[in-house]
């Protein structure tokens, strides 16, 4: 894939290309490119258990500030958020066994899938649109 990348850049200078190497071997470990006519967007967020999480894609034509402003305006309309907790709650009595029955890490994961199996969506309005 570097290979194929580095051989893009030679026809295109704009192609920005940044491998990392690491050890005796020369191992690649992480590799960023972006091309010139890149059209295709990821926005990222962090969630409250430090990962990364994509929260929108895009295919746009120019990337300038209206098509940034287009998906920003998108992302917020339909947020869609997870219930806190929900294994805690909702899921109790399935908690318990889970707790009595799987190591800590297996738990933490199981706990985890269960916060995420339930999403609610949100759509944001603005104050004018609320009504009494």
């Known amino acids: 894939m570097l290979l194929f990348l580095l051989k893009q850049q030679k026809d295109d200078p704009d192609y920005v290309i940044i491998p990392q190497l690491e050890g005796p071997a020369n ?6 490119w972006m091309t010139s006519y890149q059209s295709f967007s990821l926005f990222v967020a962090v969630d409250n258990n430090y990962k990364t ?5 895009a295919l746009i034509k120019y990337e300038n500030q209206a098509d940034f402003n287009w998906i920003l305006q998108y992302t917020l309309s339909n947020l869609s958020v ?5 294994y805690n709650t909702i899921f109790k009595e399935l908690d318990s066994v ?16 269960i916060n995420q199996s339930l999403l609610y969506q949100v ?3 603005s104050i004018n649109q609320v009504e009494d």
């Open 27 to 32: 191992e690649l470990t992480r590799l960023f």
């Open 53 to 57: 999480r994509i929260v929108a894609q």
């Open 82 to 86: 997870g219930l806190p907790l929900t």
């Open 98 to 113: 889970l707790q009595a029955n799987l190591l800590p890490i297996s738990l933490s994961i199981q706990r985890a899938q």
């Open 123 to 125: 759509n944001l309005v």
